[in-house]
Structure formats: C-alpha cells, structure tokens
Nanobody, 128 residues
Framework: QLQLVESGGGLVQPGGSLRLSCAGSRNTLDYYAVGWFRQAPGKEREGVACIGGSNGKTYYADSVKGRFTISRDNTQNTVWLQMNSLKTEDTAAYYC?????????????????????RGQGTQVTVSS
C-alpha cells in the first residue's frame, strides 16, 4: 500500500510563491505517476498537475499553466509542486495522489477518481 504525505502549505500573499512536497512511503514512488489536486470550500475538486512515472511527462490545468511547475526527485522519493504568482483563487486544500493498476506509471488525466492512493492534504491560503 502506497502512502503519500503532503507538506509545504501555508499562508502567502498574492504574487508570492510556495513549494509543496509529496513524499511516498515506499522507495518505488518514482515508478508512479503523481498528480496534484485542490479543493476550495464549496467548490469541486480540481486537477492541477500530473507527472508521469515512466517518462516524466507533465500535464497542467489551464488555470495554473505558466505559474505552477510539477517535478520529481526520485532520489528523495518526492514530487514537488512549485507555485509562483499565487492568486487568491489558488486558496484550497492541496492533495497529491497516485494511480494503481497496470498502467500506474502513466498520468490518467486530471481526474480524481482515477487516482487510488491519496494523501491527507495541505492547506494553501493566499491572502493579503
């Protein structure tokens, strides 16, 4: 069972930056695709970004393209989400997740239901 733990959330002013991390419980996290999702109060969960495990290919939601960067460091068993030029509308709980099944190393789109392993989330608040 793969366990994921997010960290790095906090309070930041508009225009600021944060870097979230997603640490895996097993040394095989580098084989998994990992996605980041977010959910603001009263809103549906939104896919933010995903990075493939096999090819490192990245995908982004239009709302964060050009501002957020997903990357991974397999030596540290960690996936990062660098968030720059933050806006108040980026305020949400952020979750990392990984798929299971025979193609767990490919990003299955930014669809929450396709990700089996999920972290507990970290809160990001963008406010002046």
């Amino acid at each position: 069972q793969l366990q994921l733990v997010e960290s790095g959330g906090g309070l930041v002013q508009p225009g600021g930056s944060l870097r979230l991390s997603c640490a895996g419980s097993r040394n095989t996290l580098d084989y998994y695709a990992v996605g980041w999702f977010r959910q603001a109060p009263g809103k549906e969960r939104e896919g933010v970004a995903c990075i493939g495990g096999s090819n490192g290919k990245t995908y982004y939601a239009d709302s964060v393209k050009g501002r957020f960067t997903i990357s991974r460091d397999n030596t540290q068993n960690t996936v990062w989400l660098q968030m720059n030029s933050l806006k108040t509308e980026d305020t949400a709980a952020y979750y990392c997740a990984a798929p299971s099944g025979s193609e767990y190393f490919y990003c299955p789109g930014l669809i929450w239901e396709k990700y089996t392993y999920r972290g507990q989330g970290t809160q990001v608040t963008v406010s002046s």
